[in-house]
């Protein structure tokens, strides 16, 4: 028996976006060190008059880095609504730490969404309990 779904367009063609953006940005120089070298040369006016070379890639990229770390920081605001935990009910054994749920996939709090986003930003949560 042949259980594999056929690709959902919409979803094929956000894959396809992301996965351009992605690709588009790991071409661009990283400013990181830059950035910090030019931070000592802000001008009483505020600014830092910079010649540089830019390449294509990093051109492709600076046109649309603001608004693709827009959409992304919107995006991941929106998951952090949608995925938060919520009190599971029933009864525990442990009252000080109830057992508790997504609100919105049901999984068993950090849900894997959530689990993604934090290990993405690198932000540290607490392991899950042995017995889950
Ligand atoms: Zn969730």
New binding site residues.
Partial sequence: MNTEQPEDPQRQRLREHLETILIRTEKAASWREESGRLRCLVNHEGFVPVRTRLAVEDLDFLSGAREDLITFTELTLRLLD??QPRDAGGITSDAAHPILR?R??M?RWP????RAMSEAFGTAFPPLPESA
Avoid at 111 to 114: L, M, N, S, V, W
């Fill in positions: 949608l995925h997504c919105s996939c999984w849900c894997p969404t959530f």
